[in-house]
């Protein structure tokens, strides 16, 4: 009796145990600890890119265990408290602070992209072709030139404003002469929609 016993036990620790991982043909899944690729990206409806999001407090901030370097900037005249969070290796956050929480969020790294794959790189035509109602706003301001694609979303593109016509800045204006190659320098999501 123990021998069938035992010889049982051992065929159902067999049937039980987890095969080994080459072996198996499903899908891979991330360990626990990764963000899967997808939250790596810029989400407009929520405020967020990858996975901070804007109303987050420092503390939250830290919480989330990336590599973070705080600075004081002054812009148009105010103050503001900016932490750099570090994700990977090239791929780096700016988070504004107003009132103790994130007010935006910067990032110049490519590969981070919205949900209709616009981000830093991409073109003025593609911007406009995948947000029809949107438009590029110039001007100088305290902060200096800006040549902004707004689109009524949290997101606003920074476009390069090397690449446009010293007109363009004078007034602000829409519908500057832009060359539909203008690209797109960094990425800002505000915690509430742009005009």
Not at 53 to 82: C, F, N, P, W
Not at 116 to 135: I, K, Q
């Amino acid at each position: 009796m123990k021998i069938i016993s035992g010889s049982a036990l051992a065929l159902m620790l067999v049937a039980c145990s987890p095969a080994p991982s080459d072996i198996l043909d499903g899908p891979k899944q991330a360990p626990t600890g990764t963000a899967p690729l997808a939250a790596a990206g810029i989400d407009a409806s929520h405020g967020s890119i990858a996975g901070l999001r804007t109303g987050m407090t420092k503390d939250q901030l830290v919480a989330t265990g990336h590599a973070i370097t705080e600075r004081s900037v002054m812009q148009e005249g105010d103050q503001y408290m900016v932490v750099d969070v570090s994700l990977r290796e090239g791929l780096v956050v700016e988070c504004w602070f107003d009132d103790g929480r994130i007010e935006r969020l910067r990032t110049t790294a490519e590969g981070m992209k919205d949900e209709r794959g616009l981000g830093v790189g991409s073109t003025l035509a593609a911007l406009r072709a995948a947000y029809p109602d949107g438009r590029l706003v110039t001007g100088e301001g305290d902060g200096g030139r800006y040549a902004n694609f707004v689109n009524r979303s949290r997101v606003v593109f920074e476009m390069d404003i090397d690449a446009l016509s010293q007109s363009c800045f004078h007034d602000e204006r829409t519908g500057c002469e832009a060359r539909p190659d203008l690209r797109v320098r960094s990425v800002v999501v505000h915690s509430g929609p742009s005009s």
